[in-house]
């Protein structure tokens, strides 16, 4: 078939109304390439009938893309898209968990697939997942051992302040790790992450009392007062307390 043709059948797919994509389903299924059924998925008179029809293809169904976009669509039945749901990448599980056309149950499906999947997957993969993906996900990496991955978490638009608060409060939680929070010039500069830091003996004692001149007095009299925390950190809350002064630098 020529390269024009081909152009042409694409076009029709991704433009036509609903009765002329149900004919070319029909008529020209054997015509359709997975890089043209990809284009079906864009037109806005898709409907569940016309996905099923197209999936019905043997050929176009052992397509991932065909899989992939059709998991993507907003009008897949549920039941179909949770069937492709396992067989997706991992960057494509991130892009189903955040779509909220989709049913919340294929979102988390995509979620759990993709929580199940992360302790194979290498640093690098972990911190492109860390950037983008879904409070869900970042509850599960909040958790990661290495500093790179939380410091890409830091970077996350939809990373909340009580997403964080509970690796702040563990006392398992790495120092690097700590560390890594410690210096997010958008992290260490709120209240609460201030203090949660201050209050972790597993903070590198170098950045809690880099944070400590910055606690309120009452804040700084439980710094003190805290015996799990290192001798040095309490007796510098204590002259700060007895300074008077709230917030110094």
Do not use: F, S, W
């Given at each position: 078939m020529d390269e024009g043709h081909q152009d042409d059948l694409a076009r029709l797919l991704r433009e036509g109304d609903e009765a002329a994509l149900g004919e070319l389903l029909t008529t020209r299924i054997e015509e359709i390439s997975p890089a043209d059924a990809r284009q079906v998925f864009r037109?806005?008179?898709?409907?569940?009938?016309?996905?099923?029809r197209l999936l019905g293809s043997k050929r176009l169904l052992a397509s991932y893309e065909v899989r992939m976009e059709a998991a993507r669509h907003p009008r897949t039945p549920q039941i179909v898209a949770l069937r492709f749901i396992p067989g997706l990448y991992w960057a494509d599980l991130v892009r189903v968990g955040l779509d909220m056309r989709l049913h919340?149950?294929?979102?988390?499906?995509?979620?759990?697939?993709?929580?199940?999947?992360?302790?194979?997957l290498a640093v690098g993969e972990k911190m492109a997942i860390a950037r983008s993906a879904s409070p869900g996900i970042l509850a599960v990496l909040r958790n990661d051992p290495t500093p790179r991955v939380i410091a890409a978490l830091l970077e996350n638009p939809r990373l909340a302040e009580g997403l964080l608060m509970p690796l702040l409060a563990s006392e398992s939680a790495l120092p690097a790790v700590l560390a890594v929070i410690a210096g997010s010039p958008k992290w260490s500069v709120r209240y609460p992450i201030r203090l949660a830091l201050c209050q972790n003996p597993r903070t590198p004692l170098d950045r809690a009392l880099m944070l400590l001149p910055?606690?309120?007095?009452?804040?700084l009299e439980s710094v003190a007062a805290n015996l799990r925390l290192k001798l040095p950190l309490r007796r510098r809350a204590q002259l700060l307390a007895r300074g008077g002064g709230e917030l110094r630098i």
């Open positions: 037109n806005p008179y898709l409907t569940a009938v016309l996905i099923a919340p149950m294929v979102r988390r499906a995509a979620e759990t697939r993709l929580i199940d999947r992360l302790p194979a910055m606690l309120k007095r009452g804040d």
